[in-house]
Each structure stands twice: as C-alpha cells, then as structure tokens.
C-alpha cells in the first residue's frame, strides 16, 4: 500500500515562503509521477506542479511558474514544493498525489491518472 504524508502548511504573509514535503512509503518515487494540487474552498482542485525522474521533467500551472519549484529527493522518497513570493490567491490546501501505473504519459494534472493522494496539508496567505 501506498501512503503519502503531507508537510509543512502554515500560515504566511504575502511574499513570503514555505516548503512543503511529501513523504512517500509502499513504493518508490523513482518509478512514479509526483504532483501537487491545491484546493481552495468553492474551487475544484487543480493541479500546481508535476515531476517525473525519467527524463528529470517538471511541469507547472502558469500561475505559479517562477514562484515554486517542485523537486524530489529520490533517496528519502520525499517530494517538495518550494513556494516563494507568496500571494493570497495561493491560499488553499495543498494534497500530494502519485501515479505509478501511467508515469510517462501525457497530461500531467490529470487527477484521474493518479492512483494515491494524501491528507493535504493547509496553506494560508494573508495579505
């Protein structure tokens, strides 16, 4: 069984910064797509950011291209999501989530392709 544990939410002020981190145990990061989505309340959930070891691909929604940055430490099965410059629309809470049946295929926020997710963990930005 795969679990995902969720770490690292907080409350923030805009501009500021929070690294979040997804531990991963049942299985290894190496051979899965990695991805973080976010929900506001009344949104649906969207995708944020996406990574895969083959090919060393990331991908990110544009609205947070050049403020967050995902990345994963293979030998701790961990991934992270650096967020910088905060703002109070990325006020939501943010879930881990991982696909090991369709790693290399197309759509990276696609949440149907993921098989597990994780509690979330909470993101508050105050302006």
């Known amino acids: 069984e795969v679990q995902l544990v969720e770490s690292g939410g907080d409350s923030v002020q805009a501009g500021g910064s929070l690294r979040l981190s997804c531990v991963v145990s049942?299985?290894?990061?190496?051979?899965?797509?990695m991805a973080w989505f976010r929900q506001a309340p009344g949104k649906e959930r969207e995708g944020v950011a996406s990574?895969?070891?083959?090919?060393?691909?990331?991908a990110y929604v544009d609205s947070v291209k050049g403020r967050f940055t995902i990345s994963q430490d293979t030998a701790k099965d961990t991934v992270y999501l650096q967020m910088n410059s905060l703002k109070s629309e990325d006020t939501a809470m943010y879930y881990c989530?991982?696909?090991?049946?369709?790693?290399?295929?197309?759509?990276?926020?696609?949440?149907?392709?993921?098989?597990?997710w994780g509690q979330g963990t909470q993101v508050t930005v105050s302006s």
């Open positions: 989530a991982a696909d090991w049946r369709t790693p290399a295929a197309a759509d990276p926020f696609n949440t149907a392709r993921y098989n597990y």
């Open positions: 049942g299985y290894r990061v190496i051979f899965m797509r």
């Open positions: 990574i895969i070891t083959y090919g060393n691909s990331t």
